[in-house]
């Protein structure tokens, strides 16, 4: 018997899947840089962020008696991500977060590689490591956010492209 479970996590909210979704979504690809036309969502206008980027991750597992397989995946969500500016320092700190979310993809694939088969734990043991890696993926959202003051802190925006750029390096042989 065949089980398959989808987990699906964004940042803020939960969005159903429909035919919409492949034109509302960007996976995560080397080179692809946003645009600010790819936020297409409608700005709060109470809210005091000048720009929200939605990222999420995501996975597939699939199992039988003698196999596990999965498929994890990173996205931007372009009609729930919106902006109230064109400033392109702002543009490259929203990246920052997009390239988080892959960077945390592939600490999940990773640690999903290095799973030890359980088939009477399989389930939550996967949503506990999802869970966790996704835990760590926010808590450095709002370190990034914090220490680069929104982008506004040129330096530390600086640092943090490189950091994140590295870190995606380490972990090149996880990428989607």
């Known amino acids: ?40 969502g409608k700005p709060d206008s109470n809210s005091p962020y000048k720009a929200i980027s939605t990222p999420a991750i995501s996975y597939n597992l699939s199992v039988n008696e003698k196999k596990i397989s999965y498929k994890v995946s990173c996205h931007f969500y372009k009609i729930k991500s919106w902006t109230k500016s064109d400033n392109q320092e702002l543009l490259m700190h929203e990246q920052g977060h997009f390239d988080i979310a892959e960077l945390f993809a592939r600490k999940l694939r990773k640690k999903f590689a290095e799973y030890k ?43 943090w492209n490189k950091k994140i750029s590295s870190e995606l390096k380490k972990l090149e042989a996880y990428k989607g």
């Open 1 to 40: 018997m065949k089980i398959l479970i989808q987990f699906l996590f964004v940042s803020f909210f939960l969005i159903e899947a429909n035919n919409s979704f492949a034109q509302d979504t960007i996976h995560w690809r080397p080179g692809y840089k946003l645009k600010w036309e790819d936020f297409q």
């Open 117 to 159: 088969f359980s088939s009477a734990t399989i389930s939550y043991d996967f949503r506990e490591i999802y869970n966790k890696v996704v835990e760590e993926k926010d808590k450095m959202d709002s370190l990034y956010d914090k220490e680069t003051n929104l982008s506004r802190n040129k330096q530390k925006q600086i640092y």
